[in-house]
């Protein structure tokens, strides 16, 4: 008889067995393919986030504001932002543009002082870097020229108000003065960054510009690129296009950007060691498993040397064995943890309950992302460790006396 039939044959036989050997595998598979997909996630919503709130892929700004950006220097702005836009449109590259100004305020309500950091947005551009629509728990948002603002979920709170109310604000000007301003409060904003819901609110850019006597300038603008890959390139055709603008700008890459970059290598190192945990755990139980499967057959390992087959066959048999419920235990794995993690891309994992106070820039709602390499990789690495793990135990068996053996308990 081939020894394959045999080894199908003892996996029947002894099914408890082959499901103690199969159930380590399966568990290990899942655990390993659900943690690089949550892995990946992560990454991936990190990224997303600092590209759309902070960073954007390639940020512009006048040449001297970040060396002074603690002082919230207005007067190193973006002079006629919109023909710098246009300029930027044009580059093929470019697929979104958001002009932004950032400032500090005192905010005024009831005879209390609170503390602001605004953003004056052209809500038509900043679509598609916000989804406003979407977050927008209450009200509208402000419309153009208007003194209206929309705050952060977290401010109103704090605050006690809600839409329809009023709010004064106090904050310096361009021209190192003082400038206040009433403004109605239009609409309430969640956003799935728990940090950005604390001391933000918006307002239009116009608005911010009358406001902080800014004329038609902008603290900073940035830019969202159909292709990432292609980031050098296009920061160099960018400052090609803005070299005549007669104003000192920068075009810097988000690599380039304060933290973000190593904060996002350091992320990255983070967890591909602790994918590397998961994997020695992984391979630590089926590797246990499988020995231990194989140490307590001893008494059979001696009777079929006594029948005749030579140590070599008894090593292939014991391999064949664990090859095929590893097989069928790592493609049942894998399945298991792809069937759980599609609909996760969709629906996502809510931690908003493990979010509250965490200043981190990653969603309360994390997607998981399947990578269908590491799965096939997960597959593979299943099978192998499983079917490899046989060999040390079984060729260590297969030298011992038959007499021996059938002795053993």
């Not at 929309?150 to 704090?158: F, N, Q, T, V, W």
């Not at 005549?244 to 690599?255: A, H, K, N, R």
């Not at 590797?287 to 307590?296: P, Q, S």
Request: net charge positive.
């Amino acid at each position: 008889m081939k020894l394959y039939r045999i080894a199908l044959r003892n996996i029947k036989r002894n099914k408890r067995r082959s499901i103690l050997s199969g159930t380590a595998i399966v568990i290990a598979a899942f655990t390993i393919v659900f943690m690089f997909s949550l892995e990946g996630g992560m990454m991936q919503d990190m990224r997303n986030n600092i590209f759309h709130y902070i960073t954007g892929n390639i940020r512009i700004r006048n040449s001297a504001y970040t060396e002074y950006e603690s002082l919230n220097p207005l007067n190193l702005r973006i002079k006629n932002y919109r023909s710098v836009i246009e300029k930027c449109r044009a580059y093929s590259n470019v697929l979104a543009v958001s002009p932004r100004i950032r400032f500090y305020t005192s905010i005024y309500r009831n005879d209390k002082d609170y503390r602001g950091i605004g953003l004056g947005l052209d809500f038509n551009l900043e679509k598609d870097f916000q989804n406003f629509g979407e977050n927008l728990v209450k009200g509208r948002l402000p419309a153009p020229g208007k003194r209206e603002i929309i705050l952060s979920s977290g401010l109103a709170k704090e605050m006690g108000v809600g839409t329809g109310d009023k709010i004064t604000m106090l904050s310096r000007n361009m021209y190192m003065g003082m400038s206040g301003m009433t403004f109605k409060i239009t609409g309430i904003v969640r956003f799935k960054v728990e940090s950005f819901n604390k001391s933000f609110f918006y307002m239009p850019i116009d608005t911010a510009q009358r406001f902080l006597k800014m004329d038609n300038s902008a603290t900073e603008i940035l830019l969202l690129l159909k292709d990432v890959s292609r980031l050098k390139e296009t920061v160099s055709g960018i400052k090609k296009l803005l070299a005549d603008s007669g104003q000192p700008l920068e075009v810097v890459p988000w690599t380039s950007i304060g933290t973000w970059y190593s904060i996002i290598r350091m992320a990255d190192v983070m967890y591909q060691i602790i994918a590397l945990i998961f994997f020695i755990l992984g391979s630590t139980v089926i590797i246990n498993t499988t020995m231990m499967v194989i140490y307590e057959r001893m008494r059979e390992i001696g009777t079929m040397s006594a029948m005749g087959m030579t140590g070599s066959e008894i090593v292939g048999l014991f391999f064949l064995e664990s090859f095929f419920i590893s097989l069928i235990s790592a493609l049942t794995g894998v399945i298991l943890g792809v069937g759980i993690i599609l609909p996760l891309t969709v629906t996502g994992l809510d931690l908003s309950a493990y979010m509250q106070g965490i200043n981190f820039d990653i969603s309360t709602v994390l997607h998981p992302q399947l990578d269908m390499r590491s799965t096939v990789l997960v597959f593979f690495y299943a099978v192998a460790v499983s079917s490899f793990a046989s060999f040390i135990p079984s060729r260590r068996a297969a030298r011992i006396e038959p007499v021996e053996a059938l002795r053993a308990l």
